[in-house]
C-alpha cells in the first residue's frame, strides 16, 4: 500500500516536470492558457485515478467506454457498409455491364496470344 501512495506521488511529480518544461518551450501565451487547461484535466484524472480503483468505479468506467467505444465502431462499420452497398456496387456493376456489353466477352480487356 505504501508502495503504491510513493508510485502515486512520483507520477504527479514526474507530471508536474514534465507540463512545467512544455509551458518553458511554448513561446506563445495564448497556447500556454489551452495547455495550462488540459494538462490541469489530466493532473485531476491522475490524482483521482487511486480513488476510483479502490471504490471500484474504474472497472466500471473502463466497462463504459469500451461498450461506446464498441458501439462507435460498430455504427461506423455498419455506415460503410451501407455506403458500399446503395453507392459502390451499383457503379460497379454499371461499369461491368457497360464494359461487358460494349466490348463482348473479354470485358474490354486485350489478352495478347502468341
Known sequence: MLEAVYN???????YMLLVTAFLQIVP???????????SGL?????????????TGLYEGISLTMERTQDERSKKEI????????????PQLQEEYNGAKGGQGAAAGMAVDEE
Not at 8 to 14: V, Y
Not at 28 to 38: C, G, H, L
Open 28 to 38: 506563445d501565451e495564448a497556447y500556454r492558457k489551452y495547455i495550462r487547461f488540459f
Open 42 to 54: 489530466i493532473l485531476i484524472m491522475l490524482l483521482v485515478m487511486p480513488i476510483f480503483k479502490i
Open 78 to 89: 455498419e455506415g460503410t457498409v451501407r455506403k458500399f452497398e446503395e453507392e459502390i456496387i
Open 8 to 14: 502515486w506521488i512520483k507520477n504527479i511529480a514526474f
